[in-house]
């Protein structure tokens, strides 16, 4: 976890805001997948993925598949319930979310106008 850094704490009245996380690799405009994030993010903060899974109100198999890039957080309180359970600020999971899909759009389109006949969807 070296370079890796929780910036931005804000503390008033005894409650900490959520924080954010900075990655030199992010920052530097490198692509991480997004369940590579969230897995860096839940790393630096010490928690299993059962945890997060209990704080999020939904399985630790779905944190797992999630991590690993088998499943998608393709719903709006999936990405709140997440955020809030990794405390880390929703715009700034909203934000990895939105270039996770714009990366993989755009390496989905240079697949599909390299090899059509693989791009059709299946039946």
């Known amino acids: 976890m070296q370079g890796w850094k929780v910036v931005g704490i804000n503390v008033k009245n005894g409650d900490a805001t959520p924080k954010w996380v900075t990655f030199p690799d992010v920052e ?5 997948p997004l369940g590579a994030l969230l897995a860096r993010v839940r790393a ?15 399985k630790a198999q779905t944190v797992s598949a ?8 393709e719903r709006v309180p999936m990405i709140l319930r997440l955020a809030d359970a990794l ?5 700034q999971l909203f934000e990895w979310s939105a270039r996770h899909v714009e990366t993989a759009s755009s390496r989905y389109a240079k697949y599909a106008s390299a090899r059509p006949e693989r791009a059709r969807p299946r039946s």
Do not use: H, N, T
């Not at 999630?66 to 957080?73: K, S, V």
């Open 28 to 32: 530097a405009g490198k692509y991480v």
């Open 44 to 58: 630096l903060r010490g928690l299993s993925q059962v945890v997060v899974a209990d704080r999020a109100g939904m």
């Open 66 to 73: 999630i991590e690993r890039g088998i499943y998608g957080i």
């Open 87 to 91: 405390d880390i600020p929703r715009v």
